[in-house]
């Protein structure tokens, strides 16, 4: 939800026309209803868990290609943004709440889907509260869509394997907030960081280079 407020804006910074910018993010409602309605059939047939996952890597391959508009302005990428960002973008919830339900039974049950409810919204809110600073203080949109990769990368984990499934971010978090142990959670921070700035330069690189002629 950080860039879901400031995507029209996105778009016609990149050049579209203002209508077509809100049009194209308007037809992310459309898709949206078959993104719910696939992910809740995948649910059946390949479980719960790797539907979220599924979700979720649908979700960052769209921000991606959001971030490819900017540099090159085109209704492929246009496309294939709604498609992949707008189906995903609420298809998770309905998985997420009947997980809950499923983990949390008993006479409160009530009381927990209200709680995960007013998360989700303080959530919302806050994200895209977030977006907005990132991008007055930036004055751009990359950290921003940094941030909401960074924000899926850390979430994911959680919300699939719970605290059995540990990963960079969550040890990270969990050295700094748990063990207290700051010099080790700074230091798997630090080479975090630099794996990934190698990785996005590498890849920044490589997609000017390959990709200059086919996205003009």
Known sequence: YAITAQIVA???DAGFPPLQAATAWGFSGVVLLFGMLGI???DGIIGRRPSVLFSYGVSIIGIILLW????YPNYWLLTGFVICFGSMIGSRGPLITATALNIFRGERVGTIYGTISIGSGLGSGLGSLAGGLIH???QGYNWLI???LAASAFATPAIIGGRRLKVVATTIYDEFLGNLNWPLGAALALVLVLIVLCVSMGMNRYIERRYKQVFV
């Open 68 to 71: 490819l508009i900017q540099y």
């Open 40 to 42: 809740s059939t995948l």
């Open 146 to 148: 940094v941030f909401a």
């Open 136 to 138: 007055d203080w930036t």
């Open 10 to 12: 996105y778009l016609i």
